[in-house]
Each structure stands twice: as structure tokens, then as C-alpha cells.
């Protein structure tokens, strides 16, 4: 099992697909997320003209217990030092199917967070950190996580 999540991981990380301006993904310790693991993700934007689409990622298999997943995504500015937060619910599945795309038993989202495109205000590196907002403590079966963002064309 070890080997295929490992073989499935890489090949979700080096896929074929390279449209994104950035993209990192994160491995849960032993498949499990806690609350006192929050990834920190850091991306340098220079583009301020430009239009971006950012989504959250994440890989859970199928003994994941909820539909829905509630998410803080903390956000620091370049030359800033406090963080901004948004609690974002991103719904995973409806009454009979995972929303994602599956193989076996490990399921993959890509959730678009911000409906309008976004603008990033000013250039430099910026730095995410995500954790959850669930009140089980820690959430079994989520594999791993992370962010994507993308230039709107």
C-alpha cells in the first residue's frame, strides 16, 4: 500500500499538466492531518497585471469520514508580518460519490477557493499555511495537501 500511494503521489506531483505558475503538494503524517501540522507553502509573484486562480489540493482515500472538508488558509504579504486568514467549507462529496477523481481508493481534488480571479496587490514572496478547521481531531485518511495557482490567460 506504502508503495502504491508513493507511486500515485509522484505521479500527482510530475504530471504532464504545467500550466500553473505554482504548485505544492504536501504528504499528512501517516495519512492523517492534525491540527498542530500546519504546511507552510511559500511563491514569489513579480506579475501584479495579471490575474491568478488559486486552488487547494488534496488527496484522501476512501475511509475519509465527511463530505466536506473546513479549511483556514493563513496568508503573509510581501513586507508584511501579520497573517490574514479565510475559513473556506469545500464540499468533497455528495450523498453517493467523492466529487474528485479516484483510483482505487485514493480520491484527488482540486477545489478553486476564490470564485473571481485574484489579483495579487503587491510583488514578492508571499507565504500560505494551511490547516483545518474540523472538530475531529486528527482527520484519518487525508494523504496530503497543498496549493496550485495559475495565470489567468
Not at 481534488?109 to 503587491?122: A, E, G
Amino acid at each position: 500500500m506504502v508503495r502504491l500511494l508513493t507511486i500515485t503521489a509522484l505521479i500527482f506531483l510530475y504530471g504532464c499538466e504545467d500550466t500553473g505558475l505554482y504548485q505544492q503538494v504536501m504528504f499528512t503524517p501517516d495519512a492523517r492531518w492534525s491540527k498542530s501540522f500546519e504546511p507552510r507553502m511559500s511563491f514569489s509573484i513579480q506579475d501584479t497585471a495579471s490575474s491568478y486562480r488559486i486552488f487547494f489540493l488534496l488527496r484522501h482515500t476512501d475511509a475519509y469520514p465527511f463530505s466536506n472538508i473546513w479549511v483556514n488558509v493563513k496568508s503573509r504579504l510581501p513586507g508584511e508580518t501579520v497573517e490574514r486568514a479565510k475559513r473556506f467549507e469545500l464540499r468533497l462529496a455528495t450523498d453517493d460519490h467523492w466529487l474528485g477523481t479516484g483510483m482505487d481508493d485514493l480520491f484527488d481534488h482540486r477545489i478553486l477557493l476564490y470564485r473571481n480571479p485574484v489579483k495579487f496587490s503587491k510583488p514578492g514572496d508571499y507565504s500560505i499555511r494551511l490547516s483545518h478547521d474540523m472538530r475531529v481531531e486528527p482527520l484519518e485518511g487525508v494523504v496530503n495537501l497543498g496549493l496550485r495557482i495559475e495565470k489567468v490567460n
